[in-house]
């Protein structure tokens, strides 16, 4: 986002929603990490900005005993 700016961070973040949409036909789509505070687009409603820590909490479940 540094690099090209958040204006077209946003567009490309945009057009990567798009495909991943039509690429996997998703339920829902998480989307996390440093960069997720900087989305300024208007989200499918099912897409959605979670901490990290959701992710690292997710993990652990799927490989606890």
Do not use: C
């Not at 700016?5 to 690429?23: D, F, P, T």
């Amino acid at each position: 986002m540094e690099k090209h700016g958040e204006k077209k961070w946003n567009k490309r973040l945009e057009k990567a929603i798009a495909s991943l949409q039509h690429l996997f036909n998703y339920d829902h789509l998480y989307i996390g990490g440093g960069e997720a505070e900087g989305v300024k687009i208007q989200m499918p409603p099912n897409v959605k900005i979670i901490p990290n820590v959701t992710g690292l909490l997710g993990g652990i479940t799927l490989w606890r005993d």
